[in-house]
């Protein structure tokens, strides 16, 4: 199933990467005449009201989606580790002060204050960066922001757990300092678990992603995201369902076989088959 | 086992303190301010802006305002909703109802479905059924709910036009006609929720009652000779639902930021939708106020998780 689900995020990958070269209808090409049009073999996947191309428009959406998705699992994957590895190694107030900011974020409700975040600092990284890179940073450092607490937990009790082996007391007999230790032993054999942490941080990435377009305070509105997509979709359910089943089942299957693959990477680091 | 709550309740206040402190001070750092309208209306001269400003104490450093805000909330002047023009309270009160009551039925929809499965699921590793359930679990939290509402939406509402899909909190018909109204617009929503976090649980349980089936004490149980039904409810159930309730209860502050989603497609009026409509209205205290209630929410859950958790587990509450 896993090896099935990383041919099929490849295909996802590569079509969504190299599509828009092959496939070369403009995203933004407004034609009345063939609005809400069924699949055909010009619109592979039909059009929407505007008669915009679906298939382009949710090539392009997936990069930006995808991109998403991935760089805040990079944050996520960064802060986490960062924060587990300092809180791991050194004892005592470091320790308890870090777990306890851990927490206090756990217990932050997610979606509302994903919202609020973004609703309230929208405006001022859309002056700052320009309207696309300022959401993008936004969303992305705003999704790794609540995703980073299970990783930095996870890093803490291998930390905890690694810091006891010979090979380490070994190293700092040998006159290791802690960063050396921490980056050359410690931390490479931690990053198991973090890396099955990082798969399903991708999938509730853009999950998440596609939460905040649908409820309409992602991307603005020119950008075809495969949750605005939905977000659009949504209301012509009756007549044009093709264009909401396009974009949900590219949705679905992306995080599937990302699913898969994170339980596939779980079996294969961790393999307590029941007999 | 009452040390343990007390314990647990002294480290709970100080999260819902930070968590609102955070949160006051996000609202404070956005940019914009509310009397930013006021600066557009030519009626109102500059000195009496100013004058506005200074009686509000808008200008006054954070932690003081901060302080302000926390002891009028503790006293219950939760403020006035500048889009729906009436305490943010009686608001507040007219929409949790629904809401609470979408919210628990999904999830006991969700453990009735996710516990008998992931029982036999684990009863029967690697067997068809096993393979069934966690192919169908996989699948369920994949779909994200707003796709899955959608089509429920598309298949039942429009195209079979079973159920409706606008949920109604004044259906005008009493008696069985009412329950009857109530659980047909109820289900869709329900059903969402309910199976998006079924999903999960199955795998949850599965992997837990898995951890359990194999000890010493249960195959014990089965030589003794014991029906193994009971030895699977009374045995192996009981130690495997420890961290499954845990879940389940840590797992609430999600389910209700689910139920923002569904609210918006299934248009129900409870919090999650006041939440959206309040936020895209600009209308500060009704957001400050609702994610004040998600936050306390969350709070009230993670020590209810705690608390089962020291009941179910004793060796947890004699530490």
């Known amino acids: 199933m896993a090896v099935a689900s990383v041919v099929i995020l490849a295909l996802l990958t590569s079509a969504v990467v190299l599509g828009p070269f092959a496939w ?47 760089a805040a699992m990079a944050v996520a994957i960064i802060v986490g580790t960062l924060i587990g590895a300092i809180s791991g190694i050194s004892r005592g107030s470091v320790d308890a002060v870090l777990m306890w900011i851990t927490d206090l974020f756990l217990a932050l409700p ?72 921490v980056i050359r032993h410690i931390l490479p054999n931690s990053l198991g678990p973090v890396i099955v942490a990082g798969t399903i941080d991708v999938a509730a990435a853009i999950i998440a992603e596609s939460t905040l377009s649908f409820l309409g305070l992602g991307f603005p509105p020119d950008i075809p995201t495969w949750g605005r997509l939905l977000f ?23 995080v599937l076989a990302i699913n898969f693959i994170g339980d596939g990477l779980r079996d294969a680091l961790d393999p307590r088959k029941v007999m | 086992m009452g040390k343990y709550i007390l314990r647990r309740l002294i480290i709970a206040l100080p999260s819902l303190l930070g968590i609102s402190l955070i949160l006051f001070i996000l609202l404070a750092l956005a940019p914009g301010d509310p009397f930013g309208e006021l600066a557009s209306n030519s009626n109102i001269p500059p000195e009496v802006r100013a004058a506005l400003r200074v009686k509000f104490g808008i200008d ?9 805000w926390l002891v009028a909330m503790l006293h219950g002047d939760w403020g006035f909703s500048f889009a729906s023009r009436i305490d943010v309270d009686k608001l507040i009160l007219q929409r949790v109802p629904t809401t609470l009551f979408v919210v628990g039925s999904s999830q006991i929809l969700a453990l009735t479905v996710a516990l008998p499965v992931g029982v036999y699921a684990a009863m029967r590793p690697y067997s068809i059924f096993d393979q069934i359930a966690n192919t169908f679990a996989f699948i369920g939290f994949s779909l994200p709910t707003f796709f899955t509402g959608l089509l429920l939406i598309l ?44 999903a999960s649980y199955t795998r949850y349980v599965r992997s837990a009652v898995l951890d359990v089936i194999r000890l010493d004490y249960v195959t014990t149980a089965r030589s003794k000779g014991l029906h193994e039904g009971k030895v699977i409810v009374k045995h192996v159930v009981r130690n495997a639902l420890i961290p499954v309730v845990t879940l389940v209860a840590l797992q609430m502050p999600a389910v209700f930021g689910g139920a923002i989603v569904t609210e918006q497609i299934f248009r129900i009026p409870g919090i999650g939708s006041l939440l959206i409509t309040s936020i895209l209205a600009n209308d500060t205290p009704v957001i400050m106020a609702v994610t004040f209630v998600f936050a306390c929410l969350v709070i009230v859950f993670n020590l209810l998780a705690d608390i089962i958790y020291g009941w179910l587990d004793p060796r947890i509450s004699y530490r």
Do not use: C
């Open chain 1, 24 to 70: 070369r209808l403009p995203i933004n090409e407004i034609d009345f005449t063939a609005r809400l049009s069924a699949p055909s073999w010009q619109h592979p996947f039909g059009t929407d009201d505007l008669g915009q191309d679906l298939l382009a428009r949710m090539l392009y959406g997936g990069r930006i989606s995808l991109a998403v998705g991935f």
């Open chain 1, 110 to 181: 997610q979606l509302p204050l994903l919202l609020l975040v973004i609703y309230l600092f929208r405006d001022f990284l859309k002056n700052l960066v320009g309207p696309e890179g300022g959401i993008f940073i936004l969303i992305v450092m705003v999704i790794g922001a609540f995703r980073w607490m299970p990783v930095a937990r996870l890093v803490r009790a291998q930390f905890l757990s690694l810091r006891e082996k010979e090979f380490v007391e070994a190293a700092r007999a040998l006159g290791a300092t802690t960063p050396r230790l």
């Open chain 1, 232 to 254: 659009d979709a949504k209301d012509y359910l009756d007549i044009a369902p093709h264009w909401a089943l396009f974009a949900g089942a590219a949705i679905f299957l992306t």
């Open chain 2, 60 to 68: 006054d450093p954070v932690l003081i305002r901060y302080l302000r």
């Open chain 2, 155 to 198: 298949i039942f509402s429009v195209n079979l036009g079973w159920l409706p899909f606008v949920y109604r909190t004044d259906i005008a018909a009493t008696g069985w006609h009412w329950y009857w109204e109530n659980f047909k617009q109820a289900i869709m929503p329900v059903a969402v929720l309910g199976l998006f976090q079924a």
